[in-house]
T-cell receptor
Framework: DGGITQSPKYLFRKEGQNVTLSCEQN?????MYWYRQDPGQGLRLIYY???????QKGDIAEGYSVSREKKESFPLTVTSAQKNPTAFYLC?????????FGAGTRLSVL | AQSVTQPDIHITVSEGASLELRCNYS??????LFWYVQSPGQGLQLLLK??????LVQGIKGFEAEFKRSQSSFNLRKPSVHWSDAAEYFC??????????????FGAGTRLAVHP
């Protein structure tokens, strides 16, 4: 089955630690996105990538980093510089102007 | 600036009743409009989309939405709600970028509760 796989489903971060969220898609989509979701705020764009080895900052990129070494993969690192990382993180990819979403990763701070 | 407003944070309806979720947008050009649904702890699922043509669009699960350019609205409707429709609903507008990819702007969401 084609789709977008995010892992892990739950993740806990210790203070000062970097953590990486995985996003893999087998839909052969070129563009991929990372969103952060907080209660009552909808989705906010962190980073997006149209092609391999290229990515752009979204609206709230500070404290986050990404890479796009393969078309299928777009991992997100939440760095220690992100002081309020507790949120639900969603990965998406695009085909014909429609964004398809993974099931999300919930990140909490220990 | 482009924006999406969903005026209702929470809505409660009885099972079998009709539903309308409101969405207003601010966008400089002809928008692409979307409605997504999210069950708790899950990703977003596309309900329907409007790109052009007929302003009344049909989606999955019996939902429909009407694009009204004069009112800058794209309200979601369902004639008879089922208990399984309880979820959070997001309206989104785009694209803001060209080249086959887009950058959607999402509303804050409307949480729907369904009473038996």
């Amino acid at each position: 089955d084609g789709g977008i796989t995010q892992s892990p489903k739950y993740l806990f971060r210790k203070e000062g630690q970097n953590v990486t969220l995985s996003c893999e898609q087998n839909l052969n989509h070129d563009a991929m996105y990372w969103y952060r979701q907080d209660p009552g705020q909808g989705l906010r764009l962190i980073y997006y990538s149209q092609i391999v080895n290229d990515f752009q900052k979204g609206d709230i990129a500070e404290g986050y980093s990404v890479s796009r070494e393969k078309k299928e993969s777009f991992p997100l690192t939440v760095t220690s510089a992100q002081k309020n990382p507790t949120a639900f993180y969603l990965c998406a990819s695009t085909s014909r102007d429609i964004q398809y979403f993974g099931a999300g990763t919930r990140l909490s701070v220990l | 600036a482009q924006s999406v407003t969903q005026p209702d944070i929470h809505i409660t309806v009885s099972e079998g009743a009709s539903l309308e979720l409101r969405c207003n947008y601010s966008y400089g050009a002809t928008p692409y409009l979307f409605w997504y649904v999210q069950s708790p702890g899950q990703g977003l699922q596309l309900l329907l989309k409007y790109f052009s043509g007929d302003t009344l669009v049909q989606g999955i699960k019996g939902f429909e939405a009407e694009f009204k350019r004069s009112q800058s609205s794209f309200n979601l409707r369902k004639p008879s709600v089922h208990w399984s429709d309880a979820a959070e609903y997001f309206c989104a507008v785009g694209p803001l970028l060209s080249g086959g990819y887009n950058k959607l702007i999402f509303g804050a969401g409307t949480r729907l509760a369904v009473h038996p």
